[in-house]
């Protein structure tokens, strides 16, 4: 579907995308993750054509988004809706008109775009809304309508640009649970850029981060939350820290199956190996296609070989934090 090899794109000395590769199939939901300045919105522009990049291949369909020019370049567009953070609708117009715009603007029949515009107000759940201005919505509906006129057009791909960074936390994850059905019942790829973790985790299959222009971390996503790598921890901050004294003993990831995680796993440690640990963190985190639990546990040294043989055993998937193996990896040197 979307197909990216060392894309490059700069802006003077600035660097905004160095040596992009990425891979992202038909149909699914795909999270673009990094601080202001790692190049999320530079990246969306260059799917969608509308930012020229100096180096390396981007294509879609197997067609090089570069190579287009007048109306190829405009027919593809067509291909792709986007969504904003501020919504972009036009205040003199109602909801029906500004979600027929694109229909207009390429000369539909009116009757075929009445009926689409049905359609799209029946699927974002507002069909009484119709003649409402948009000064008469609250954002969740204004950010409806916008998702609405993104998708008249019959796009392959929908890209989503901090579309809930401006509303509420619950607003926002019912428009990313709209977004979820859209691609369910549509079977369209979606790329959402977003700063808000929970809501990247419950929408999304796939997640890019980016640092500096550059790819720092890929993944799924259950793969990637669970045992995140250096880069996503410095972008999650102190959310990943761990309150615990490093001198007293290796902390452990533990990762159980949900089957595993209904049953008393570290009692039963506990009583099996006769030895006792601190538990530091307990978590239950809802994903796309599920829960996942992870369990984060602080074990003596002396004991650390029984614990992770055990674990062994029972074929419950654990990790050492990464700040302790690079305390390891200094007593070893």
Not at 221 to 246: C, H, N, Y
Not at 283 to 296: C, I, K, N
Request: glycine share 6%; proline share 4%; aromatic share 6%.
């Amino acid at each position: 579907m979307i197909e990216i090899q060392g894309l490059c794109k700069h802006f003077d000395d600035f660097h905004a995308l160095e040596d992009i590769h990425m891979t992202m199939e038909r149909g699914k939901v795909y999270g673009l993750i990094g601080q202001s300045g790692s190049g999320k919105s530079t990246l969306l522009r260059c799917i969608n054509g509308l930012t020229t990049y100096e180096k390396g291949s981007l294509k879609v369909d197997g067609v090089e988004v570069s190579s287009l020019r007048g109306r190829e370049a405009r027919e593809f567009r067509r291909g792709i809706g986007m969504i904003f953070q501020q919504f972009s609708l036009l205040g003199r117009l109602n909801v029906r008109e500004n979600i027929a715009l694109p229909m207009k603007c390429w000369k539909w029949d009116k009757k075929a775009m009445e009926r689409r515009v049905d359609e799209l107000l029946e699927m974002v759940q507002l069909p009484d809304k119709g003649k409402a201005l948009p000064r008469e919505l609250s954002g969740g509906q204004k950010q409806r309508v916008a998702i609405a006129r993104a998708l008249a057009m019959n796009p392959k791909i929908l890209l989503c640009d901090e579309a809930t960074s401006a509303l509420d936390p619950n607003i926002a994850e019912t428009i990313m649970d709209l977004l979820s059905d859209i691609n369910r019942s549509l079977g369209i790829t979606i790329i959402v850029v977003t700063h808000q973790l929970s809501i990247l985790k419950a929408s999304c299959e796939q997640v890019y981060l980016l640092e500096k222009g550059r790819l720092a971390a890929q993944g799924d996503i259950t793969s990637l939350f669970s045992q995140p790598p250096e880069a996503l921890r410095r972008l999650m901050g102190k959310e990943q820290e761990v309150d615990a004294s490093w001198e007293e003993g290796t902390v452990l990831r533990l990762l159980p199956t949900p089957e595993q995680a209904k049953k008393p796993i570290l009692s039963r440690m506990a009583r099996e190996l006769g030895e006792d640990f601190s538990v530091l963190r307990a978590d239950r985190e809802q994903y796309r296609h599920g829960a996942v639990t992870y369990l984060l546990i602080q074990v003596p040294q002396k004991i650390l070989p029984a614990v992770e043989n055990w674990l062994r055993e029972q074929n419950i998937a654990w990790a050492a934090e990464p700040r302790q193996q690079e305390k390891r990896e200094e007593e070893a040197v």
